[in-house]
């Protein structure tokens, strides 16, 4: 059962990430993070992977410490989100593809708690590249710093570095949609 913590975590995802929306669209950003969240408890998370799965994006999207996110939330809730990363909060920030290659690179060191969230997180991102492609065609990789092919190419590969670490039944819905995703694309 999911406690009064959960709530304060929703709460709190909430306001960080109020006045951001999906990528090129007017869906609120907060039903990403529960849909994260969501996909983290029926795969078997437990409560404090569930409130990693809402914060996921607070250090890269929304200017939150480990920190502080240690001293709310304690650390092993930290320590995923940290984990889920690809970027620390400093000055400058690293172009798109040195971050990607860099969190590729460090899939096989982080924990079984990031792995779970991180595959729903690509799940869930996936999905939503996989239906609005149906919807609007090629134009939905305009929306993306590294567009069509960039995009493409880190969920192969991420699907495929995350096939071996992550809950078997994840791990294979997580590469059928990728591989639906670059059919849909016409790369197959």
């Known amino acids: 059962m999911l406690t009064p913590r959960f709530d304060g975590a929703l709460r ?15 869906t609120p950003y907060i ?8 996909l983290v408890l029926e795969h078997g998370g437990d409560e404090e992977q569930a409130i990693a799965g809402l914060l996921h994006d607070a250090i890269e999207d929304a200017g939150e410490t480990t920190g502080s996110l240690q001293q709310v939330y304690g650390t092993r809730v930290a320590q995923i989100v940290t984990e889920c990363s690809d970027f620390d909060g ?32 690509k799940l869930h991102n996936a999905e939503s590249i996989l239906e609005d492609l149906h919807a609007i065609g090629p134009a939905v990789f305009d929306r993306f710093t590294a567009g ?4 493409l190419w880190y969920y192969d590969t991420l699907a495929t570095a995350l096939a071996q670490r992550a809950p078997t039944i ?15 694309a016409g790369t197959a």
């Open 170 to 184: 994840l791990g294979a819905r997580l590469r059928r949609i990728v591989s639906a995703l670059l059919d849909a």
């Open 31 to 38: 039903s990403h993070l529960m849909a994260v969240s969501a």
């Open 90 to 121: 400093s000055n400058p920030r690293p172009d798109w593809t040195t971050r990607k290659r860099g969190y590729i690179d460090a899939l096989p060191g982080k924990s079984d708690d990031a792995i779970l969230v991180t595959s729903c997180d």
């Open 12 to 26: 709190h995802a909430a306001r960080l990430h109020r006045s951001q929306t999906r990528k090129g669209t007017t």
């Open 148 to 151: 069509r092919d960039g995009t």
